[in-house]
Each structure stands twice: as C-alpha cells, then as structure tokens.
C-alpha cells in the first residue's frame, strides 16, 4: 500500500504547491508531536495518575481536570524552542505565554484548547486537542494579546486531535481538510482520509436538549420541527447524538454530516454561549467551512466575527450547509 504520511502531505504542500511556507510545516509537525505525547498520556489512564481533578481553576471559573494541564504543559514544552513562534495562547491561561528570550521568535502565533472535553475524562469517552494559527501582524516585535484578535479567516492553519479508539489528526492549511492516522507502533501519522466533504443535507443534529428550557426562540422552533419528526413541517424524522467533546461530535459531522449546536441561552444572560471563540469555534468553523460546510452564530459567518477579548464565547451553529442555513434564517429578524 502506498501510504502518506503527514510530513509527506506537508511538504507535498509546502513544495508542489507552494501553498504554506517551510515554517508553517515545522510547526504544524511539532503541533502533531505534541498532540501524539498527549494522546499516549490519556492511553496510560489512571495507570499514568491521568484522571481526576487539578485542584485549580481557570480565567474561565472551569475546575480544571490535571489533564487539562498536563495537556496544556505537553504543547507550551513542545512548541517554546522551535523558533516558529511569536506566542501562543490558551484556554487554560489567562494570558498569552511569551516565548523566551533565549529562543528565537517566529512569525506565527499557535492559540489552543489543549483538551477539549473535560467532561469526559474520566469516563473514558473521546476527548481531543483544537488548535489555530494565526501570523503575527506585520511590523509587530513585541506579541500581545491584542494580536491574539484576529478574525477566524485569517487563520492560515487549524486542526484537531481526536483521542477515541484510534488517534485522529483532522488538518486544514487552507487547502481542503485531511485526516491522518497514529499508528502507534511506530509513533507516524498516516493520510486516512483527504478532501473530507460534510453532506449539505443531514438527518441529525447535535444539541445539550438538557438546556431546552433557556434557549432562545429561533432555537426552539428549529429543534421543534426536528422533533416533530415525519408528520411535522420538515416532513422526515431525526435522530440526534451529543458527545459532549466538541471534537467529537465535529468529527462525526466531517464524516457523515449532521449539524452541531451550542447555542446562547439565558443561563447565563451576559455570555453569548459557552464555546471559546479563539480555541474552539474559529479553528473548527474553518475546517467544517473547508469541508463544504457552514458555521455561524445565528446570524454571522462565524470567521468574519472581529474578537475583542482572548477568552470570548460565542454562539455555534456549524455542520451541514442546508441546516446552518436554515437555522440561521430562523434568526433573522
Ligand atoms: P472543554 O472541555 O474544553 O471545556 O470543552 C467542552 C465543551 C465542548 O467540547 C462540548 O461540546 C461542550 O463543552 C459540552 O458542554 P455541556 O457539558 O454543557 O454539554
Ligand atoms: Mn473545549
Ligand atoms: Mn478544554
């Protein structure tokens, strides 16, 4: 059989097509080590004391899990020496992480949620890593958070980790989105699937439905006439599924469709949603937007959304294009 491997795919990138810079590639390879050193980590389990609680908490309030900050500390370790980076920052760190003085300091800036579906841990359900890259504005010497602030279409890379029964490494640099495979014998990524396409039309939806009550009009009606089943207005019945890992849930979308939701809701009036808009709805709107796909926050393409703060939440509604469409009229006024 003749396989690709990740570095392969890069280069082939980098070089037949010049469509990222040799930089870029470095650091995304450094990104996948990072990201097959954690998933080693939540295979070990509690037979590597991976389980449990930190004892800490984030900027967000989160109690985070200690592998929310193991994870955390494989990628700040990974990726300070390379030299592809300006900064990084993180769900689990108040502020951007400067690279030393001793290093050299790159052109890019990585942001992350280093483990993403806390919630299930400890149960041994799927969990992953999100990841985007932006470019340091030019003319910029001294990163800040303000350069963090960058609307999701400028990203020029951004990906995820799956960490289920096989390791899953999900990639766009811009130029439709690829999966690649660990095999773990040999610690190498392998192409499993390229060009993913999300269907346009789907027959499932991904929702909390815990948080019914508290949604918001447009929201409610959308999930009504799903429920509604064959003999209410969309005329078909639905079936629905909620990991509770956005990784997860987004990588059953890219493979047979289905439109994911986290909508804002009156829990918690002053905070439009629940998801980060830098770690968690940039890099996957752009891989769904690269897969064929929509993602919006009910009434706005969600990459052209200006960010004013690092830990920002936002509405989502991504997945099949026909759906996210729907349910984005739904909000118009
Ligand atoms: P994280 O573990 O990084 O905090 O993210 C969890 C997110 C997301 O992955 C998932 O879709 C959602 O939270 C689940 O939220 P509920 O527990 O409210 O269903
Ligand atoms: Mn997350
Ligand atoms: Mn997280």
Redesign the pocket.
């Known amino acids: 059989m003749n396989r690709i491997s990740l570095t392969q795919y890069l280069v082939e990138k980098q070089r037949e097509k010049g469509l990222i810079p040799g930089e870029l590639r470095m650091l995304l390879e450094v990104v996948a080590r990072a990201c097959k050193r954690i998933s080693y980590g939540v295979g070990k389990g509690a037979l590597g004391g991976m389980l449990g609680e930190a004892g800490s908490e984030n900027v967000q309030g989160?109690s985070q899990k200690k592998l929310d900050v193991i994870a955390n500390e494989t990628l700040l370790e990974a990726n300070l020496w390379g030299g592809h980076l300006a900064a990084m920052a993180s769900?689990e760190m108040d502020h951007p992480h400067a690279i030393p003085n001793r290093y050299p300091m790159g052109e890019f800036l990585l942001l992350f949620?280093p483990?993403?579906?806390?919630?299930n841990i400890d149960v041994n359900v799927s969990i992953g890593t999100i990841f985007s890259v932006l470019r340091l504005p030019e003319g910029v010497s001294d990163p800040l958070e303000e350069h963090f602030l960058q609307p999701g279409h400028r990203q020029i890379a951004a990906g995820y980790a799956v960490y289920g029964p096989s390791t899953l490494l999900v990639l766009t640099v811009g130029d439709g989105v690829a999966c690649f495979t660990l095999e773990r014998e040999t610690g190498s990524w392998w192409l499993s699937e390229d060009r993913m396409q999300i269907t346009p039309e789907t027959g499932e939806f991904a929702i909390?439905a815990s948080n019914m009550r508290h949604w918001q009009p447009p929201v409610r009606r959308y999930i009504d006439e799903l429920l509604a089943g064959r003999t209410g207005p969309r005329g078909r019945d639905y079936n629905m599924r909620?990991v509770?890992?956005?990784v997860a849930?987004v990588h059953r979308i890219l493979i047979r469709g289905g439109i994911f939701m986290?909508p804002a809701d009156a829990r918690e009036p002053d905070k439009p949603g629940?998801?980060r808009l830098l770690y968690e709805a940039n890099p996957m709107s752009f891989l769904v937007e690269q897969a064929g796909g929509a993602a919006t926050n009910g009434r706005t393409r969600i990459l052209d959304l200006q960010p004013t703060s690092l830990h920002e939440r936002v509405a989502v509604f991504m997945g099949s294009r026909t759906e996210v469409e729907r349910v984005t009229g739904y909000h118009q006024p």
């Open positions: 989160e769900e949620d483990l993403d579906g806390s919630s909390n909620w509770a890992s956005m849930d986290y629940k998801l």
